[in-house]
């Protein structure tokens, strides 16, 4: 099993900066591509951005390319700890976060290939 904990999350006003940070714990001796997803009251749950194990291949949404970067720890001691500064925010990306693993290496866009998640931590962006 694993565990997936965020922190990180708050208030901001437009235009303001936050970093998420996700550490993943357990039985993390695989690698794991891990990814950040938000869902907003009333819709769906989509993908932000996401890493692979070797943190050398990512994604962005179209909506936050340019102002999020997704980032990993490879350290051995920090292997699946993962960052998420977000810059320029706006009232839009108001949304609960949630940080995910997948077991496989390869970064994937659809939720339902991430096999573990956090409590996901929330983001106000006031206007």
């Known amino acids: 099993q694993v565990q997936v904990v965020e922190s990180g999350g708050g208030l901001v006003q437009a235009g303001g900066s936050l970093m998420l940070s996700c550490a993943a714990s357990g039985r993390t001796e695989s690698n794991y591509a891990m990814g950040w997803f938000r869902q907003a009251p009333g819709r769906e749950r989509d993908i932000v951005a996401a890493?692979?194990?070797?943190?050398?291949?990512?994604?962005?949404?179209e909506s936050v390319k340019g102002r999020f970067t997704i980032s990993r720890d490879n350290a051995k001691n920090a292997k699946n700890t993962v960052h998420l500064q977000m810059n320029s925010l706006k009232p839009e990306d108001t949304a609960v976060y949630y940080c995910?693993?997948?077991?496989?290496?390869?970064?994937?866009?659809?939720?339902?290939?991430?096999?573990?998640w956090g409590q996901g931590t929330q983001v106000t962006v006031s206007s």
């Open positions: 890493v692979n194990w070797r943190g050398d291949n990512t994604y962005y949404s």
């Open positions: 995910a693993v997948r077991a496989g290496g390869q970064v994937r866009v659809s939720f339902n290939a991430y096999d573990y």
